[in-house]
């Protein structure tokens, strides 16, 4: 079955520290450099002494959206979402407004509406670029026309 993967996100291509190279792991490291969401989003976080930079909950779930459908399964992430209860929507309204990803934007707006999170409704949509044009992830998925989407039938479905 192989190992399964931990991503690690970067605006470059970083060099793994060095005490994580001679730490045994049962999970494969998997590199993804973009900077689509720039600073926001990051926290520091305590581990068996050391710092680490960590993705906050708001920033992680739309780096789960960037690697969707491709890595991440929608529905997968779809049901994800659907535990974001507490995310802060400040949080989520700055991410979205630096976020260069329409992919993303659109994908999360839809979720976290179909989801009907209460945060959601804090959010200011008309401060959130949402690019033109129809995007496609499903070849044969269903289309929601409020973010002009297609989407795999299975989620546009789903209760």
């Known amino acids: 079955m192989g190992k399964p993967s931990a991503v690690i996100f970067s605006p470059i291509r ?3 520290p060095n005490w994580l190279n001679s730490v045994e792991l049962d999970m ?3 590199e993804v450099s ?3 969401f720039g600073d926001t989003g990051i926290e520091q976080m305590d581990y068996n002494g050391r710092q680490l930079t960590v993705s906050a ?3 992680a779930i739309m780096e789960c959206l960037l690697l ?3 890595q991440y399964n929608l529905m997968d992430t779809y049901y994800m979402m659907e535990m974001l209860t507490s995310l802060r929507s400040g949080l989520v309204q700055q991410l979205l407004e630096n976020c260069t990803s329409v992919k993303v934007k659109r994908i999360f707006l839809y979720m976290a509406e179909k989801a009907g999170h209460r945060w959601f409704t804090k ?3 008309s401060k959130i670029s949402l ?4 995007r496609s992830y499903s070849k044969r998925g269903v289309k929601n026309a409020k973010y ?8 546009f479905d789903y209760e």
């Open 148 to 155: 002009d989407i297609v989407i795999p039938k299975e989620l």
């Open 57 to 59: 909950p708001e920033r």
């Open 131 to 134: 690019g033109s044009g129809t």
């Open 28 to 30: 494969r490291i998997v």
């Open 68 to 70: 969707s459908p491709t």
């Open 123 to 125: 959010l200011d949509l």
């Open 14 to 16: 970083p060099r793994l």
């Open 34 to 36: 973009t900077k689509i």
